[in-house]
């Protein structure tokens, strides 16, 4: 049984269907690409998963604990195995670096601040943001922003971590940290599902790529540098830029260059 | 010409400064009652469409549409109606929290509109409940936003609290008729007290600045 087991998820607005029947099979580690034309229903299938989009009908498995998503308790389980980094990262302004990175361990999962905060500082020192720990949001930068987003999900410990365009607003070399941080926490067991429109990206750091059109799964590939051996899957990445020659994300194999 | 003649009114001046408290007194206690009230009334109009929405903004509008020494004459006078006995002081302190009450709902309503519609999604992934979301994310956030103008709202209510003196309560405006009755030197002791009035509000400007910037490196 795959570790993760997404199947038969169906959301409705009114009488439009934005996903239909979709699914999705991950093992432990492994890093899933959304990928497909914009409205294809990407972003719809990653809210679906943290519970963030109410669903018609389907079911997901985590490590064989299966989840009727469109029983209302669901969201609250799904949320308990997931994080998510939103697009616009969403780090609360009024608070620091630090406190955003320790407000949900302390005020949710009751653990003692200090120990928290101990925490938060070395993630912030792994993702070489030590000195910004006491400084606002706003005065980072986009790329530090998005770093902390994804510590501030790391800090929740989840099974599962999904991105929203997680490399759509940093430079190419902020494009490469991303892509080795995501690589370490794969290769820690992290199992990891990003929605990107960066095809160098999902070829070079994807296992599993989910191509979506039209609400459906038509496509699923694997990835890193095997795209093309699904047709479909290369040939949308050959016509929305994929080349991972020239990926600035670094390959899976040699992730530090 | 008559002189200005201020002894008189220095002479009663530890009297008319001890109704500095007083005023100090009736304006936090109806703006913190009223600020508990308006954060239940935001929210109402924050989580709601239907008719508690429109309830909450009926009560804004009816109590920023009427004069507040009617409004508290109206406490004052149904409260007793009611069979409830309470002091000038209270009547006024509820007629102003009432009133605060309808203008905070406002500044807080405008703050909460500002929050990043982002922040709700987050909050509910990092498993915040309700109740925690508005105490951590949402309230801190609009009440930092609107800051200036909750501060303005409270020197706003310093100065009205004036208003006391109508009803008995021997406020700083209270004492000043006080001493003007009993000194005939009425236009000197209204000097000094809106003197008094004026330092008192500069000072609040400088402890606002303060604690705004305390509550900014408190993060």
Redesign the interface.
Known sequence: MPYIDVRDVCVRHGKNETLRHAGFEAERGDIVSFIGPSGSGKTTFLRTL?G?QPVWQGQMGVNGRIVDMAAPASARIL??Q???V?Q?Y?L?????VL?NLT??PT???KRSRREAEHEARALLERLGLADKA?V?PADLSGGQKQRVAIA?ALM?RPALLLLDEPTSALDPHKVRDVGVLLRDLAQDGMTIIQVSHAMGVVSSLSDRIVLLEDGQVRAVGTGCGDAAQQPDIAAFMNTHGGDAATDPAGSRSDPEH | MTRLDFRPVFAHLPFLLGGVGVTILIATLAFVFGLSLAVALAVLRFENQGAWRRLSRSYSTALTNTPQLSQIFAVFYCLPLMGLMVSPFLSVVIGMTLNAAAYLADILGAGMARV?P??H??A?????NRR?TYL??IL??AG?AMFPALANHFQIMILGSAMASIFGVEDLTGRAYDIGSTTFRILEVMLVTGGLYALLSFALTGVFALFRRTMERM?
């Open positions: 943290i963030l949320r308990e997931a994080a998510i939103f616009q969403g609360f302004g009024h608070m620091s406190r407000l949900a005020v949710v999962a006491d606002l501030r929740l | 990043p982002v922040y999604e987050v509910l992934t990092l498993g915040l925690q951590r994310v801190p956030y930092r993060v």
